[in-house]
Protein backbone atom coordinates (compact mmCIF):
# COMPACT_ATOMS: atom_id res chain seq x y z
CA UNK A 1 0.00 0.00 0.00
CA UNK A 2 1.17 3.87 -1.07
CA UNK A 3 -0.08 6.56 0.73
CA UNK A 4 0.82 10.43 -1.30
CA UNK A 5 0.55 13.55 0.42
CA UNK A 6 0.38 16.69 -1.88
CA UNK A 7 1.64 20.00 -0.86
CA UNK A 8 2.29 23.41 -2.77
CA UNK A 9 -1.32 24.95 -4.65
CA UNK A 10 -2.58 27.83 -4.22
CA UNK A 11 -3.21 31.11 -5.75
CA UNK A 12 -1.37 32.70 -8.23
CA UNK A 13 -1.62 35.58 -10.56
CA UNK A 14 -0.96 35.00 -14.54
CA UNK A 15 2.24 34.94 -15.32
CA UNK A 16 3.42 33.79 -11.83
CA UNK A 17 5.04 30.19 -10.22
CA UNK A 18 4.19 27.59 -8.02
CA UNK A 19 6.05 24.55 -6.96
CA UNK A 20 4.20 20.88 -6.10
CA UNK A 21 5.83 18.41 -4.13
CA UNK A 22 4.24 14.91 -3.29
CA UNK A 23 6.32 12.56 -0.95
CA UNK A 24 5.18 8.51 -0.97
CA UNK A 25 5.12 6.88 2.29
CA UNK A 26 4.23 2.79 2.87
CA UNK A 27 6.05 -0.59 2.52
CA UNK A 28 7.83 1.21 -0.74
CA UNK A 29 10.60 -1.02 -3.04
CA UNK A 30 11.06 1.13 -5.79
CA UNK A 31 8.25 2.85 -7.62
CA UNK A 32 8.67 2.70 -11.26
CA UNK A 33 6.99 5.94 -12.32
CA UNK A 34 5.75 9.12 -10.25
CA UNK A 35 3.83 11.94 -11.60
CA UNK A 36 1.16 14.66 -11.67
CA UNK A 37 -1.94 14.79 -13.67
CA UNK A 38 -4.56 17.74 -13.07
CA UNK A 39 -8.58 18.09 -13.63
CA UNK A 40 -10.14 21.19 -14.47
CA UNK A 41 -14.28 21.87 -13.85
CA UNK A 42 -16.36 20.14 -16.35
CA UNK A 43 -12.89 18.29 -17.79
CA UNK A 44 -11.89 15.11 -17.44
CA UNK A 45 -8.61 14.05 -15.49
CA UNK A 46 -5.17 14.82 -17.95
CA UNK A 47 -1.29 13.90 -17.97
CA UNK A 48 0.20 16.69 -16.56
CA UNK A 49 4.17 15.17 -16.36
CA UNK A 50 5.55 11.96 -15.27
CA UNK A 51 8.97 10.42 -14.91
CA UNK A 52 10.44 6.94 -14.40
CA UNK A 53 12.77 5.69 -12.12
CA UNK A 54 15.65 5.79 -14.66
CA UNK A 55 15.15 9.72 -15.52
CA UNK A 56 12.77 9.40 -18.55
CA UNK A 57 9.79 12.24 -18.69
CA UNK A 58 7.03 12.97 -20.44
CA UNK A 59 5.31 16.42 -20.71
CA UNK A 60 1.61 17.27 -21.75
CA UNK A 61 2.04 19.80 -24.87
CA UNK A 62 0.53 22.62 -23.20
CA UNK A 63 3.43 22.31 -20.45
CA UNK A 64 6.23 22.10 -21.89
CA UNK A 65 8.80 24.52 -21.73
CA UNK A 66 7.07 25.88 -18.55
CA UNK A 67 6.87 23.00 -16.24
CA UNK A 68 9.56 20.68 -14.96
CA UNK A 69 9.14 17.99 -13.29
CA UNK A 70 11.61 15.97 -10.90
CA UNK A 71 12.13 13.09 -8.48
CA UNK A 72 14.05 11.97 -5.65
CA UNK A 73 14.23 8.35 -5.80
CA UNK A 74 15.80 7.76 -2.35
CA UNK A 75 13.02 10.01 -0.39
CA UNK A 76 10.12 8.52 -2.93
CA UNK A 77 9.25 12.28 -3.61
CA UNK A 78 8.42 14.03 -7.07
CA UNK A 79 7.99 18.21 -7.56
CA UNK A 80 6.50 19.73 -10.20
CA UNK A 81 8.23 23.34 -10.68
CA UNK A 82 5.59 25.46 -12.50
CA UNK A 83 6.10 29.03 -14.12
CA UNK A 84 4.20 31.58 -16.36
CA UNK A 85 1.22 30.12 -14.88
CA UNK A 86 -1.86 31.62 -16.86
CA UNK A 87 -5.68 30.78 -16.40
CA UNK A 88 -5.16 27.44 -18.08
CA UNK A 89 -4.10 25.65 -15.71
CA UNK A 90 -5.83 26.31 -12.88
CA UNK A 91 -7.07 22.60 -11.92
CA UNK A 92 -6.90 20.29 -8.98
CA UNK A 93 -3.35 18.65 -9.48
CA UNK A 94 -3.23 14.67 -8.33
CA UNK A 95 0.04 13.01 -7.84
CA UNK A 96 0.35 9.50 -9.28
CA UNK A 97 2.16 6.45 -8.34
CA UNK A 98 2.41 3.66 -10.72
CA UNK A 99 3.78 0.76 -8.06
CA UNK A 100 3.71 -2.95 -8.02
CA UNK A 101 1.22 -2.88 -11.46
CA UNK A 102 -1.48 -0.84 -9.19
CA UNK A 103 -2.07 3.05 -9.41
CA UNK A 104 -2.15 5.24 -6.38
CA UNK A 105 -3.50 8.80 -6.29
CA UNK A 106 -3.17 11.96 -3.85
CA UNK A 107 -6.04 13.51 -2.63
CA UNK A 108 -5.32 16.14 -4.91
CA UNK A 109 -3.92 20.36 -4.26
CA UNK A 110 -5.84 23.32 -6.11
CA UNK A 111 -4.09 25.64 -7.99
CA UNK A 112 -6.05 28.68 -9.09
CA UNK A 113 -4.04 31.19 -11.61
CA UNK A 114 -6.18 34.38 -11.28
CA UNK A 115 -5.61 38.12 -11.05
Known amino acids: QVQLVESGGGLVQPGGSLRLSCAAS????????MGWYRQAPGKQRELVAR???????NYADSVKGRFTISRDNAKNTVALQMTSLNAEDTAVYYC?????????WGQGTQVTVSS
Open 96 to 104: NVVYSGRNY
Open 51 to 57: ITSGGGI
Open 26 to 33: GSIFSIYV
